[in-house]
C-alpha cells in the first residue's frame, strides 16, 4: 500500500509541538490591520493552541495518527 501524503494545506498552517499539541495562527490579521488597536494586534500575534474540537481532523490531515 502507498505511503499517505500529507496534506498540503495543513502543513503549512499547523505545526506539532514536541508534546503533540497543535498549533495554528490566530485569525484577523491578514488584512486591514491599520483601523485596528495595536492592543489587539499585539494579542492576536503569535500561535494558538488549536481547539478540542477541530485536532483530530487535523492530525489526520498531517497524518500523525494516534497508534496502529
Same mark, same amino acid.
Given at each position: 500500500?502507498?505511503?499517505?501524503? !500529507?496534506? %498540503?494545506? +495543513?502543513?503549512?498552517?499547523? =505545526? $506539532? !509541538?514536541? %508534546?503533540? =499539541?497543535?498549533?495554528?495562527?490566530q485569525?484577523?490579521?491578514? @488584512?486591514?490591520? +491599520?483601523? &485596528?488597536s %495595536?492592543? #489587539?494586534?499585539? #494579542?492576536?500575534?503569535?500561535? /494558538? /493552541?488549536? +481547539?478540542?474540537?477541530? $485536532?483530530?481532523? +487535523?492530525? =489526520?490531515?498531517?497524518? &500523525? @495518527?494516534?497508534?496502529?
Open positions: 500500500m502507498p505511503k499517505m501524503k !500529507t496534506h %498540503s494545506g +495543513a502543513k503549512k498552517r499547523f =505545526k $506539532v !509541538t514536541g %508534546s503533540g =499539541k497543535l498549533m495554528h495562527r485569525a484577523n490579521l491578514g @488584512h486591514l490591520n +491599520a483601523h &485596528k %495595536s492592543r #489587539r494586534l499585539r #494579542r492576536l500575534k503569535g500561535l /494558538e /493552541e488549536m +481547539a478540542p474540537a477541530d $485536532v483530530k481532523q +487535523a492530525k =489526520k490531515l498531517l497524518g &500523525k @495518527h494516534q497508534g496502529r
